[in-house]
């Protein structure tokens, strides 16, 4: 089993739709949790960290169930410039990365 | 303008050959990283550094090699050894738990 899975997508959905990602993780001694965004052939960069009690900036929500040992990052009102892959990652001392989920948001 | 910077972009060479691919970052981070990404796969690490002149390997650190004698330089040499060593190279620093990355080197070996 992985230590990071997520979904690979891709998701295709129209401009507007509103969008949720799951990712799951192995380690329940993780104490690090992040959404990374990754555009074609660029690299990564970081869209948000996830706190425990959840949190939000402007559409973006991500939330953390350690019970469930799962992660989420839902995107409302999509933009076309929102596709790109979105990158789970989730760590203590070393951070792991998912494979990413694809996501393609279309006029 | 503070951040990491990764050069080539894009670098190609036979196989049997060594080379070295540069990392600097003026963001004062203690820790730097290198990773490689394949095609549709997810970032696996290589090697790693939290301090200068000491690093740890990672998953994947067979046919690559680092040093660390600056705060402010990473590089990383792919090896001969390394047995699939064409991949897209990333490299990063942190504070904290944050990452960063530099724009990447795209490595092409034949």
């Known amino acids: 089993r992985k230590e990071v899975e997520q979904d690979p997508g891709p998701f295709n959905v129209p401009e507007g739709a509103t969008v949720a990602f799951n990712c799951t993780y192995s380690?329940?001694?993780?104490?690090?949790f992040f959404w990374y965004r990754q555009d074609c052939r660029k690299e990564p960069k970081l869209l948000m960290s996830?706190?425990?009690s959840g949190n939000e900036d402007g559409r973006f929500t991500a939330q953390l169930n350690r019970a469930s040992q799962y992660i989420s990052l839902l995107i409302r009102d999509s933009k076309l410039s929102d596709s790109a892959t979105y990158l789970c990652v989730v760590g203590h001392n070393d951070m792991r990365f998912g494979a990413g989920t694809r996501l393609t948001v279309k006029p | 303008d503070g951040g990491i910077t990764q050069s080539p972009k894009y670098l190609f060479r036979k196989e049997g050959q060594n080379v070295t691919l540069s990392c600097e970052q003026n963001?004062?981070?203690?820790?730097m990283y290198w990773y490689r990404q394949d095609p549709g796969q997810g970032l696996r690490l290589i090697y790693y550094?939290?301090?200068?002149?000491?690093?740890q390997k990672g998953d994947i650190a067979e046919g690559y090699s680092v040093s660390r004698e600056k705060k402010e330089s990473f590089p990383l040499t792919v090896t001969s050894a390394q047995k699939n060593p064409t991949a897209f190279y990333l490299c990063a620093s942190s504070k904290g738990s944050e990452q960063y990355f530099g724009p990447g080197t795209r490595l092409t070996v034949t």
């Open positions: 380690n329940s001694a993780s104490q690090s």
């Open positions: 996830v706190y425990s």
């Open positions: 550094s939290q301090i200068v002149n000491d690093f």
């Open positions: 963001l004062n981070h203690d820790a």
